[in-house]
């Protein structure tokens, strides 16, 4: 099991009179095959006449069943000074070389974006080498 927590505070404009406070908290838990992972941030922005509040979070859940197939759920919840966002997907990720390259992989994945009414459905495919 892993557990975070980081905050940061400072100016951010060039007269340094508005200020960006962050907070952000996560954790992880591996069992064998299975794993979980939530994390949630809070940045407060002071403005001109007021300070933005933004939020969110997220929970993935996801359980290799072979060393090159993993699917996962991951559930997303966003609040850009009240703006709200809601997503849910589903997907999953194939590792080409499991052995070789551990973060080399595709994600297939297929979900809803609820934006306060609105909702639309997507599709994403993404391929990344490294980090």
């Not at 975070?4 to 996560?26: H, K, N, W």
């Not at 969110?56 to 072979?66: A, D, E, K, Q």
């Not at 194939?94 to 390259?101: A, C, I, K, T």
């Amino acid at each position: 099991m892993n557990i975070g927590a980081s905050a940061y505070t400072g100016a951010y404009t060039v007269d340094g009179e508005q200020r960006l406070t962050m907070f952000d908290v996560d954790a992880s838990l591996e069992v064998t095959k299975l794993t979980f992972c939530i994390e949630a941030a809070l940045a407060l922005q002071e403005v001109a006449a007021d300070v933005l509040n933004k939020w969110g979070g997220y929970f993935v859940g996801s359980y290799r069943l072979v060393p090159w197939l993993q699917p996962y759920v991951m559930l997303e919840m966003v609040s850009l000074d009240g703006a709200k966002s809601n997503r849910g997907v589903g997907g999953i990720a194939l590792y080409p070389f499991p052995d070789e390259s551990k973060s080399q992989r595709l994600k297939l994945e297929a979900g809803a974006v609820d934006t306060g009414g609105k909702t639309d459905f997507i599709w994403i495919a993404q391929y990344t080498l490294g980090f």
